[in-house]
């Protein structure tokens, strides 16, 4: 049986592990809200570019358009880029559950599926842990990169993954690009996403149907092609950007269920230690009673 002594030492340690717990849920809280606001700044320059890139392609004459694999009439364009590329976002760290191992194998079942008859997909992965899971699955992974660790370092990542990007499709001639991650859905639980980056959508070759927001529709002066090159860049970082922001925002809410998690074991241990503690002090109250009883027995037969 553990001595008072000892049972105050568990209990001072499982306290200050709570406390740590804690602080750790509150952080995750604070950074889940940090990522999300990175999103929301983003959406009116996202609409912004979507906008431009949609009169400048369905402006475009009837010859084959950037990263698609058809022209403007509908024809199909026979081109060798048959491959098919994957952006993999995970976490560097860990105490986040399941997170790097449910979005890796989300990744293998669909990229599996879209390579049936073709050469397997390659990946990039931004995130340590997440690499490691991807080989677990038997995916190829081209490069890593490290997960920012503020909002402020988005941008950094997103920098590197279009040079890495650019120089990857050039090398392995990939027509298709896919990004998975996992997208926050509650406070503390999120889902695996997937989205496209290349080739750009269908629904940017064809006229908008809503109305336009201005009183005229919009027209350019400069050259098309250096345009429409600066706005498919931007339209890219805008899709990196938020699948990074949103992955690092499930990452917190996975990191709450796990400290959600950890603060119930924890209650729990506290409980049965503070049980064992009354227990073991009432036993100790109980024998010094004895002998007191038994010492007074001893000295009333003496008299």
Known sequence: MQTLEALKRKTKSAEDLQSVVRTMKALAAVSIRQYEEAVDSLEQYAATIEQGLRMVLWQAPPDELPFSGKRANGASVRH????????VFGSDEGLCGQFNEQIARFAEERLRKKAAGHQPARCLAVGLR????LRDH???????????GTASGITTVV????LQL????TEHRLGRILLFYNRRHSASTYRPHASQ???IPEKFRTADTRRWPGPTLPTFSMDRGPLLSALVQQFL??????????????????????????ERNIGDLLADLKQQYNQRRQDAIT??????VTGFEVLRKRK
């Open 80 to 87: 060798d880029r048959s491959g098919t590329g994957a952006v």
């Open 130 to 133: 997440v690499a490691n899971s």
């Open 138 to 148: 038997r995916l190829q992974v081209d490069g890593e990169l490290s997960v920012p």
């Open 159 to 162: 920098q590197h993954l279009l």
């Open 166 to 169: 650019d120089a990857w499709r």
């Open 197 to 199: 980056l290349l080739p």
């Open 237 to 262: 970082f805008v899709k990196l950007f938020r699948a990074c922001a949103e992955s690092l925002a499930g990452e917190n809410a996975s990191r709450i269920a796990s400290m959600q998690s950890a």
């Open 287 to 292: 024998e010094e009673l004895l002998d007191v």
